[in-house]
């Protein structure tokens, strides 16, 4: 190795495997997830964590794992849990260039809008038992401006949850 550099392998803590490539809205396609997840081993990231459900993540997981298909260690994640109307729910209503209906169809299979400690405590109970995720994915902001977000309530019982069934 002499004259040249060695580098640990890079860590992505923020990459939707499934989601968008970057593109503008108005030339959105159906992402790649395995060329999303090649691509980034060929630049050097050996671990990513995913933080949203954007994809199939659990067979992406298996076929990582299983060597089928090349690319980093995949962290995966529940669906975004957050207040009814909370972020990212404006965002999907104002910016996903599509028919209401399948907005509304998006935003079941990507987030978890809950109102209440036993919602919380179900959605977290739910996803992990139908995703075997790595993390849960809470959303406590007001993003855009003035949406709502969990109270501190709901937001404790969602944690407690989570930590009960062994995950961050």
């Given at each position: 190795?002499?004259?040249?550099?060695?580098?640990?392998?890079?860590i992505?803590?923020?990459a939707?495997?499934?989601?968008?490539?970057?593109?503008?809205?108005?030339?959105i396609r159906?992402?790649?997830?395995?060329?999303q997840?090649?691509?980034?081993?060929?630049?050097?990231?050996?671990?990513?964590?995913?933080?949203?459900?954007?994809?199939?993540?659990?067979?992406?997981?298996?076929?990582?794992?299983?060597?089928v298909?090349?690319?980093p260690?995949?962290?995966?994640?529940?669906?975004m849990?957050?207040?009814?109307g909370g972020?990212?729910v404006?965002l999907?209503w104002?910016?996903?260039?599509?028919?209401?209906?399948v907005?509304?169809?998006?935003?079941?299979?990507?987030?978890?809008?809950?109102?209440s400690?036993?919602?919380?405590r179900?959605?977290?109970?739910?996803?992990?038992?139908a995703?075997?995720?790595?993390?849960?994915?809470?959303?406590?902001?007001?993003?855009?401006?003035?949406?709502p977000?969990?109270?501190?309530?709901?937001?404790?019982?969602?944690?407690a949850?989570?930590?009960?069934?062994?995950?961050?």
């Open positions: 190795g002499a004259g040249r550099t060695l580098l640990p392998g890079l992505d803590v923020h939707h495997i499934g989601g968008g490539d970057g593109e503008p809205l108005w030339d159906l992402p790649n997830a395995r060329a997840l090649e691509a980034l081993l060929y630049s050097g990231v050996t671990t990513v964590l995913s933080p949203a459900h954007d994809a199939d993540t659990e067979a992406l997981a298996a076929q990582l794992s299983a060597g298909i090349p690319g260690f995949l962290y995966r994640s529940t669906r849990i957050t207040a009814r972020h990212p404006p999907y104002d910016v996903v260039p599509a028919p209401w209906p907005k509304g169809l998006l935003i079941g299979t990507a987030v978890r809008e809950v109102t400690p036993e919602e919380a179900a959605a977290v109970a739910g996803d992990v038992a995703f075997a995720p790595e993390f849960v994915k809470l959303v406590y902001d007001s993003f855009p401006p003035c949406s977000h969990v109270s501190g309530e709901v937001l404790a019982a969602a944690v949850e989570a930590h009960r069934l062994g995950r961050r």
